[in-house]
């Protein structure tokens, strides 16, 4: 049985950092592409960052570009969504994701997620 547990969020000052984690069983991680998404209240699933199975490629969001990284430790079977310099607008619940035949922005091609980790940034 596959699952990815989300886990790190938190609350956290305009221009800090933070750390959420995906720990995944049932399937190992550097087989799947393994993404991040968030969705904000009244708001649409959003693409956040993205790695692919070889750990060569990864994309991100354009609202995220620059402040977010997206390291995987193979080991433990994880990956990780480093957050700095966050804002206000990096507020949204933040979902790990596994792709088992695409390296993809959008969510209809994932096929396995997490149940989430709420991040506040207060201004």
């Known amino acids: 049985q596959v699952q990815l547990l989300d886990s790190g969020g938190g609350l956290v000052q305009a221009g800090g950092s933070l750390t959420v984690s995906c720990a995944a069983s049932g399937l190992i991680v550097s087989s799947y592409a393994m993404g991040w998404f968030r969705q904000a209240p009244g708001k649409e699933r959003e693409f956040v960052a993205v790695?692919?199975?070889?750990?060569?490629?990864?994309t991100y969001g354009d609202s995220v570009k620059g402040r977010f990284t997206i390291p995987r430790d193979n080991a433990k079977n994880m990956v990780y969504m480093q957050m700095n310099s966050l804002k206000p607008g990096d507020t949204a619940v933040y979902y790990c994701?596994?792709?088992?035949?695409?390296?993809?922005?959008?969510?209809?091609?994932?096929?396995?997620w997490g149940q989430g980790a709420q991040v506040t940034v207060s201004a």
């Open positions: 790695i692919s199975w070889s750990g060569g490629s990864t």
């Open positions: 994701a596994a792709g088992r035949s695409s390296y993809s922005t959008a969510p209809q091609f994932y096929n396995y």
